[in-house]
């Protein structure tokens, strides 16, 4: 997938795994809502919370500002002073060693026993922790981490004279089937890589020198940690969902290998990277009759995202007005939602949106996001104002992102003739069944290759990368080929050990569209489904998932919703066929 959701990517080089976090300044009651007496430490911690919000609040809606307002327009200027305002904030919390020692004893007392206030506590802990390093290291990465995004950002892939952006690429990956033109311009968009890839590598090792000073193994080990995930734990979930996905991929990819091989007049076997018709082969090649893209030829994307939206109890029309959704010179070619400031509701997307499919499973994905943000309980604490977890936006934006792809919500929302969307929904079927294993595959590329690349950094990367691929995603590596390929990857560099969050969403996805569908809707989940005009199912959302943001840990949040903690049966029943 393309989109990401932007957290704390945007304001910690150090520490991208977890959200930034603040505190509110909620009174002693509204932590305490059996109006017990609190002790003396917690009231102590809540003087605390209060000036720290009231120090770094207008800092973040600063910083998030201008991180918008430099994605949009890819000035220079703004990007530099992004990085000042980043180091700066670096500096607050370097600096203030008294503040990190109240922490300390904050976390490790006794005496303060309300869960939520115990969460706000851990949440302004671990951005400390994340900051007890020298200074000048902190600016260094903040600077290069920047430097690096703002090469991605103006970077634009050249085949001759011609420029190509991004989505030009994929118009020509998804649609040639001229085997020179797809190299070349395969070969091109991977032209990032070699002007990215020492700095990149260079951050990557910033990075594992933060993290061994903070008592972790390396970074990657020391994002999952702090992000509330036992690294063991994820690792044994990729293991289950690689043995979950091999062997139906492994029947897909013959069946994908064969259709597009003989839509370029080649032998199966000569099939190379740069004919899975997108840069990276994570997203399904089109290979079944129906072509998705040409039902939205005339459709307004943005009118219909609000209007389907506002069917089911969730309105957008406020963020809708804030955000960039069209192409521009210099602007982020991806897609991500950013809330300025969790209090006053300033939530904005940037996409850039084209009339076809992808981009309107993009922005029902990237609204989704910020719909969570959106609703998320106004007495909650400053620091919980945020998602359980990372993941558990991303498994809301997917559910949204899925229905691009159904008949039945084409049916509902674009017009589509009854009789159409009957006649392509087994079809439809596969191809949501084929996204899925594309991407399981693809993911489990992103999240090996960090893992990997963090403990040791100074091993071939070039050659890991396509061991990978080859590996997981059953694709060859080009004949002598010895690239930076990797770095052409812009998540690798600006949202570090973030990969594995999608799939673990996907997952919570389908647990999630199983309980809507049965308990909230009653209706047969294996049916095609659209959620349209249902406010029911806004307002499940809202009391369940949204509403709760990290009061709860993220598996206790996910047990309350749905009766069962994260679990891979549902995405197989979904996908795995």
């Known amino acids: 997938m393309k989109t990401y959701k932007l957290f704390s990517?945007?304001?910690?080089?150090?520490?991208?795994?977890?959200?930034?976090?603040?505190?509110?300044?909620?009174?002693?009651?509204?932590?305490?809502?059996?109006?017990?007496?609190?002790?003396?430490?917690?009231?102590?911690?809540?003087?605390?919370?209060?000036?720290?919000?009231?120090?770094?609040?207008?800092?973040?809606?600063?910083?998030?500002?201008?991180?918008?307002?430099?994605?949009?327009?890819?000035?220079?200027?703004?990007?530099?002073?992004?990085?000042?305002?980043?180091?700066?904030?670096?500096?607050?919390?370097?600096?203030?060693?008294?503040?990190?020692?109240?922490?300390?004893?904050?976390?490790?007392?006794?005496?303060?026993?309300?869960?939520?206030?115990?969460?706000?506590?851990?949440?302004?802990?671990?951005?400390?922790?994340?900051?007890?390093?020298?200074?000048?290291?902190?600016?260094?990465?903040?600077k290069l981490q920047t430097e690096i995004e703002?090469?991605?950002?103006?970077?634009?892939?050249?085949?001759?004279?011609?420029?190509?952006?991004?989505?030009?690429?994929?118009?020509?990956?998804?649609?040639?089937?001229?085997?020179?033109?797809?190299?070349?311009?395969?070969?091109?968009?991977?032209?990032?890589?070699?002007?990215?890839?020492?700095?990149?590598?260079?951050?990557?090792?910033?990075?594992?020198e933060v993290a061994v000073e903070l008592g972790f193994d390396n970074y990657h080990t020391m994002s999952l940690t702090m992000s509330d995930q036992n690294p063991a734990d994820i690792e044994k979930l990729f293991d289950e969902l690689d043995e979950l996905t091999r062997d139906a991929f492994a029947k897909l990819k013959a069946e994908i290998d064969d259709n597009i091989s003989k839509k370029c007049g080649i032998k199966a076997e000569e099939l190379m990277p740069w004919h899975y018709q997108n840069r990276y082969f994570q997203e399904a090649p089109q290979i079944y009759a129906v072509d998705l893209d040409k039902y939205y030829e005339d459709v307004d994307i943005e009118d219909v995202t609000k209007k389907y939206f506002a069917g089911i109890g969730l309105p957008i029309e406020d963020m809708v007005a804030k955000s960039d959704l069209y192409e521009k010179p210099g602007k982020n070619q991806h897609a991500f939602c950013i809330d300025i400031d969790r209090d006053a509701g300033d939530i904005r997307v940037l996409c850039n949106i084209k009339a076809n499919n992808n981009w309107m499973n993009t922005n029902l994905h990237e609204f989704g996001h910020a719909l969570f943000e959106k609703h998320l309980a106004k007495d909650l604490p400053w620091s919980l104002k945020e998602p359980a977890h990372i993941f558990t936006t991303e498994a809301i934006a997917m559910i949204f992102g899925r229905f691009a792809s159904s008949p039945q919500w084409m049916q509902d929302n674009i017009g589509m003739d009854p009789e159409e969307a009957a006649s392509i929904a087994v079809v439809s079927a596969k191809i949501r069944s084929l996204e899925q294993l594309v991407f399981s595959r693809w993911s489990q590329v992103m999240y090996r290759f960090e893992k990997s690349m963090y403990a040791n950094p100074d091993q071939d990367l070039n050659k890991l990368w396509w061991d990978l691929a080859e590996q997981y995603q059953m694709i060859k590596r080009p004949a002598d080929r010895n690239a930076p390929d990797w770095a052409s990857k812009t998540h690798i560099a600006s949202a570090p050990c973030y990969y594995h969050n999608y799939h673990l969403g996907e997952l919570l996805a389908s647990q999630l569209y199983y309980t809507i569908s049965e308990k909230v809707l009653k209706q047969d989940p294996t049916t095609d489904m659209s959620f349209s005009g249902k406010p029911e199912v806004g307002e499940y959302l809202i009391k369940n998932i949204f509403a709760p943001g990290a009061k709860y840990y993220w598996n206790d949040m996910i047990e309350k919703a749905t009766g069962e903690k994260l679990t891979a049966k549902y995405y197989a029943a979904q996908f795995v066929k």
Request: charge should be negative.
């Open 150 to 208: 703002q090469k991605y950002n103006n970077f634009r892939a050249k085949v001759g004279d011609k420029e190509y952006s991004d989505n030009e690429i994929e118009d020509v990956l998804s649609n040639s089937t001229d085997s020179k033109e797809l190299e070349a311009v395969w070969l091109a968009h991977k032209q990032i890589g070699p002007l990215v890839a020492d700095d990149v590598l260079k951050l990557v090792k910033m990075r594992n």
């Open 9 to 142: 990517m945007v304001i910690c080089a150090t520490f991208c795994a977890a959200v930034f976090s603040g505190c509110g300044n909620n009174s002693a009651e509204d932590n305490n809502p059996q109006n017990k007496e609190i002790s003396k430490m917690e009231q102590e911690f809540n003087k605390f919370a209060n000036e720290y919000k009231a120090t770094f609040k207008p800092l973040t809606i600063d910083l998030y500002t201008k991180y918008f307002e430099a994605a949009v327009s890819g000035d220079p200027d703004t990007w530099a002073k992004l990085a000042q305002l980043e180091m700066d904030m670096n500096k607050i919390m370097t600096d203030d060693k008294k503040s990190f020692k109240l922490l300390k004893k904050f976390n490790a007392s006794d005496e303060i026993t309300n869960p939520v206030t115990k969460r706000e506590i851990t949440a302004i802990y671990n951005e400390y922790l994340s900051k007890q390093v020298d200074t000048e290291k902190l600016n260094a990465m903040t």
